[in-house]
């Protein structure tokens, strides 16, 4: 079973964190060509949002012919600091097609425990 194609964006927790979470999967409609454009236009654009493509100077590597790493800097300068801090992040991007999909069964309430309601309404 096909589920159409994806670019996943996994990025760091934050600044300097080593933890890699998966961001966002980007569905494209189309096919894998369609998936592979719009992951290279992400690899310009990422982090994306009001300005923010324009915030960071950035090195794009293309890793394999679907993947890329993408290494954004900003500089930041406050007052009483002598000098700017940058800051640097990280995101892979990856085109995949989703293989297979299962939806995780829905959760199920806890029953009360015995006796529980009544301590919880002072009347043991």
Known sequence: MGGGWYVLVEAN????????????????????????????????TYPEGPGHAQEYGRLVFRT???SWLIEFKREAWQSGWDAPHVFTGHARL?????VASKEP????????????????????
Not at 21 to 31: I, R
Not at 105 to 124: H, I, S
């Open 13 to 44: 927790k934050g600044y300097g964190d080593d933890t890699w979470l998966l961001k966002d999967k980007v569905h494209v409609e189309g096919g894998r060509e369609q998936a592979l454009a719009r992951a290279e236009e992400l690899s310009l």
């Open 64 to 66: 394999s012919e679907t």
């Open 94 to 98: 990856t085109v995949a097609e989703l």
């Open 105 to 124: 069964p829905p959760a199920k309430r806890p029953e009360p425990k015995k006796g529980t309601l009544r301590r919880a309404l002072g009347r043991d």
